[in-house]
């Protein structure tokens, strides 16, 4: 008898679609406040309704989440994902556990692969339990066979096989560029990626919908700064995004100690192979750069590094401040581990001088406003779909506390970190 109660229990929060979060502080993200103390109702998937702790009786139905002294905030958005290949220190399925048990419920690839649409639609259809996934399809970088013709035929090839958007790597002359943005237009497809010509504003006034990492933000501050203002007002005009991925430029410019390393968040959930194949790795390229600049490692390396942050962080927390839309992703790449690394990333921000509201931002609602589905999700509101992050302590008192993770809810559906990081799964 005991044992079926138990089992009966184990399959209703295992598959129940409707849930009570009872007594949970909200930190919703459309704006800027914490609302103490609520009962947050999910059915089929979807935020029902907000009421305060206590105030409605809950049917029969609903399994009831004790989340006293919790917060709920909307799932985090990576960005500036990379799946990874076969050479990866963890695989796919370990990096989508990683993801979801770190609160990430949507994931832009920035490498798309053809598998990765299946995947997409089978855990759309929730066949499969892993973060949303938007795919790119990721355009050649040599003009050697671009034509008209074959550029619109590899637009049409995304749109029909319904990749999300088109992929600026990097190359390609100006004519090919062109054909390239008139036929996105054309087809209804967005492009995003890295900027043309190593040039923010040209990106800009191709029709990049987001452009990413640091590097063309700062080089179109250090090469005319007096038109900041204008520039900013273009990329507000234009809804242009920016994700400028620091975490991977932290570790790659030696920003770090091997003990800050190895202590990056998420490194004790990660295989000990992994960690020292990263170790073995980041040893070897540090050798190399030494070695190659001898003397000049600290002083043409580092500190040109160091310098590069200091002043991207100023025009970084200005663009911030003036409203240009910011995203947030650390990238891949060593010790940043899947998910985990979104809040090394954070960290990063608040060291630019970003408020921790803003920083929440850009790692949930900025993204589904460039998504353009803000209205389905991003925030914690009535209506909105029930991806959903708990945290043991208010992430807007110290950004920090994104790694405190009680449990991931996706697609109206809980599931505690400790389940989805035991050895069962
Ligand atoms: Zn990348």
């Given at each position: 008898?005991?044992?079926?109660?138990?089992?009966?229990?184990?399959?209703?929060?295992?598959?129940?679609?409707?849930?009570?979060?009872?007594?949970?502080?909200?930190?919703?993200?459309?704006?800027?406040?914490?609302?103490?103390?609520?009962?947050?109702?999910?059915?089929?998937?979807?935020?029902?309704?907000?009421?305060p702790?206590?105030?409605q009786?809950?049917?029969?139905?609903?399994?009831?989440?004790?989340?006293?002294?919790?917060?709920?905030?909307?799932g985090?958005?990576?960005?500036?994902?990379?799946?990874?290949?076969?050479?990866?220190?963890?695989q796919?399925?370990?990096?989508?556990?990683?993801?979801?048990?770190a609160?990430?419920?949507?994931?832009?690839?920035?490498?798309g692969?053809?598998?990765?649409?299946?995947?997409?639609?089978?855990?759309?259809?929730?066949?499969?339990?892993?973060?949303n996934i938007?795919?790119?399809?990721?355009?050649?970088?040599?003009?050697s066979l671009?034509?008209k013709?074959?550029?619109?035929?590899?637009?049409?090839?995304a749109?029909?096989?319904?990749?999300?958007?088109?992929?600026?790597?990097?190359?390609?002359?100006?004519t090919?560029?062109?054909?390239?943005?008139?036929?996105?237009?054309?087809?209804?497809?967005?492009?995003?990626?890295?900027?043309?010509?190593?040039?923010?504003?040209?990106?800009?006034?191709?029709?990049?919908?987001?452009?990413e990492?640091?590097?063309?933000?700062?080089g179109?501050?250090?090469?005319?700064?007096?038109n900041?203002?204008?520039?900013?007002?273009?990329?507000?005009q234009k809804?242009?995004?920016l994700?400028?991925?620091?975490?991977?430029?932290?570790?790659?410019?030696?920003?770090?100690?091997?003990?800050?390393?190895?202590?990056?968040?998420?490194?004790?959930?990660?295989?000990?192979?992994?960690?020292?194949?990263?170790?073995?790795?980041?040893?070897?390229?540090?050798?190399?750069?030494?070695?190659?600049?001898?003397?000049?490692?600290?002083?043409?390396y580092?500190?040109?590094?160091?310098?590069?942050?200091?002043?991207f962080?100023?025009v970084?927390?200005?663009?911030?401040?003036?409203?240009?839309?910011m995203?947030?992703?650390?990238?891949?790449?060593?010790?940043?581990?899947?998910?985990?690394?979104?809040?090394e990333?954070?960290?990063?921000?608040?060291?630019?001088?970003?408020s921790?509201?803003?920083?929440?931002?850009?790692?949930?609602?900025?993204?589904?406003?460039?998504?353009?589905e803000?209205?389905?999700?991003?925030?914690?509101?009535?209506?909105?779909?029930?991806n959903l992050?708990?945290?043991?302590?208010?992430?807007?008192?110290?950004?920090e506390?994104?790694?405190?993770?009680?449990?991931?809810?996706?697609?109206?559906?809980?599931?505690?970190?400790?389940?989805?990081?035991?050895?069962?799964?």
């Open positions: 008898m005991r044992l079926s109660l138990l089992f009966l229990l184990i399959v209703q929060i295992g598959f129940s679609q409707h849930l009570v979060l009872q007594g949970v502080n909200i930190v919703p993200i459309h704006s800027n406040t914490v609302l103490a103390g609520y009962d947050v109702f999910i059915k089929g998937g979807v935020i029902e309704k907000i009421k702790a206590g105030s009786p809950y049917a029969k139905n609903y399994t009831v989440i004790d989340c006293k002294g919790k917060y709920i905030m909307p985090l958005a990576d960005m500036h994902a990379h799946f990874p290949d076969e050479k990866s220190s963890i796919l399925q370990e990096y989508l556990k990683l993801n979801l048990a609160g990430v419920t949507s994931i832009r690839s920035m490498r692969e053809a598998y990765q649409l299946a995947l997409r639609d089978s855990i759309l259809s929730q066949k499969k339990i892993a973060p938007y795919v790119s399809c990721v355009f050649p970088t040599s003009d671009l034509t013709d074959s550029i619109e035929k590899m637009v049409m090839h749109k029909n096989k319904k990749y999300n958007f088109i992929k600026y790597l990097g190359g390609i002359n100006e090919n560029l062109n054909y390239l943005t008139e036929s996105c237009k054309k087809n209804n497809i967005s492009i995003a990626g890295h900027a043309y010509n190593r040039s923010l504003m040209r990106s800009v006034e191709a029709g990049f919908t987001s452009i990492h640091y590097q063309p933000i700062l179109m501050y250090m090469k005319d700064s007096v900041l203002k204008k520039n900013i007002e273009i990329l507000k809804n242009t995004a994700c400028p991925t620091l975490s991977f430029y932290y570790v790659y410019g030696f920003g770090f100690s091997t003990d800050q390393l190895v202590a990056r968040c998420g490194m004790n959930f990660v295989s000990k192979k992994a960690g020292d194949e990263w170790m073995k790795d980041y040893e070897e390229v540090l050798l190399k750069t030494k070695e190659q600049l001898k003397g000049d490692f600290d002083s043409k580092v500190q040109v590094y160091k310098k590069q942050f200091s002043d962080n100023r970084f927390k200005k663009m911030t401040d003036e409203g240009v839309l995203l947030l992703s650390p990238d891949d790449g060593m010790f940043n581990v899947p998910g985990f690394a979104m809040v990333e954070m960290k990063l921000y608040k060291l630019a001088g970003l921790n509201y803003q920083i929440l931002k850009a790692s949930t609602l900025n993204a589904a406003i460039y998504l353009k803000d209205n389905v999700w991003g925030s914690v509101e009535a209506g909105k779909k029930a992050l708990l945290l043991n302590a208010n992430p807007l008192e110290n950004i506390n994104v790694s405190k993770v009680e449990g991931t809810v996706l697609n109206g559906k809980y599931y505690s970190q400790k389940s989805l990081l035991s050895k069962a799964n």
